[in-house]
């Protein structure tokens, strides 16, 4: 699938490091890009759920869409803006992996406009078997892995994709390029680690709950030894429940 009016230019936002909270800065990237067409995308690329992305976009939307109409210009001259939202979790209960949303009646679902768009690209939703000769499915196996043997396939018949490859091993040769990713990669590694530790001790918390509920419930019928047993406890954690 080809698009039908092509990017002619692309801006990042936010790009000043030093004045933004590190963790912020380094789990959301805002581009801004302008098609042939005139019309305004803003594609913000999302790694942790903040659990506001549909009120955040509708608020990015609305604001591209104000700033184009100075004082006493014509609303005809508003033009189409498009949010586009890439994600690296699953956030909408569809299943779908891109999910398109416009103005619509809510009854007949007839179409109000497409004067204003917004996308979803949920990375982890995209399946094994997808057709990779769809470009949106070719640029979503870049993002999710671009060391992936898809990706290395798809370098030898999609353009795109070789030349996004090449800029990716350009930055990696460029050392303050390459000092940023790796901090980006060490942050997110830190988060997933703290919150797989956090799984297992919730987990563990509860399972020992667990045990001394039952090992109350065995005091009056069973021995310190076969409580011991039964439950995992230790002989001194049953000897301080009869205590209690």
């Known amino acids: 699938m080809k698009p039908n009016n092509k990017i002619t230019s692309v801006k990042i936002k936010g790009t000043d490091i030093a004045k933004q909270f590190i963790e912020d800065k380094y789990s959301r990237l805002d581009v801004k890009a302008t ?12 790694l942790k759920n903040e659990h506001n992305m549909i009120k955040r976009s509708m608020y990015y939307l609305s604001k591209m869409y104000e700033e184009q109409l100075g004082e006493g210009k014509d609303y005809s001259k508003l033009g189409r803006k498009v949010c586009i939202n890439i994600l690296n979790f699953k956030y909408l209960k569809t299943q779908r992996f891109h999910t398109a949303y416009r103005l619509k009646e809510i009854e007949t ?7 204003i768009e917004m996308h979803f690209i949920e990375i982890p939703k995209l399946e094994e078997n997808s057709d990779e000769k769809d470009l949106l499915v070719a640029w979503t196996e870049f993002l999710k892995d671009p060391e992936s043997e898809k ?11 070789r030349r996004a490859k090449d800029q990716l091993i ?3 040769n460029d050392t303050q390029q390459r000092e940023i990713y790796e901090m980006r990669a060490k942050i997110l590694k830190d988060k997933v ?21 039952i090992a109350k419930n065995l005091l009056d019928v069973l021995d310190n030894e ?17 205590e209690k």
Do not use: P
């Not at 679902?109 to 004067?115: A, G, R």
């Not at 680690?193 to 001790?201: G, H, I």
């Open 35 to 46: 098609t042939s067409n005139n019309e305004i995308i803003n594609i913000e690329i999302q």
């Open 193 to 213: 680690s703290a919150l797989n530790k956090a799984k297992e001790e919730g987990r563990e918390e509860g399972e020992k709950k667990k045990a001394f509920e």
């Open 170 to 172: 350009r930055m990696s």
């Open 151 to 161: 990706v290395r396939s798809l370098e030898m018949t999609v353009e795109e994709i």
């Open 109 to 115: 679902n007839e179409e109000l406009t497409d004067i």
């Open 226 to 242: 076969t409580i011991a047993v039964k439950t995992g406890l230790t002989i001194g954690e049953i000897v301080k429940l009869r």
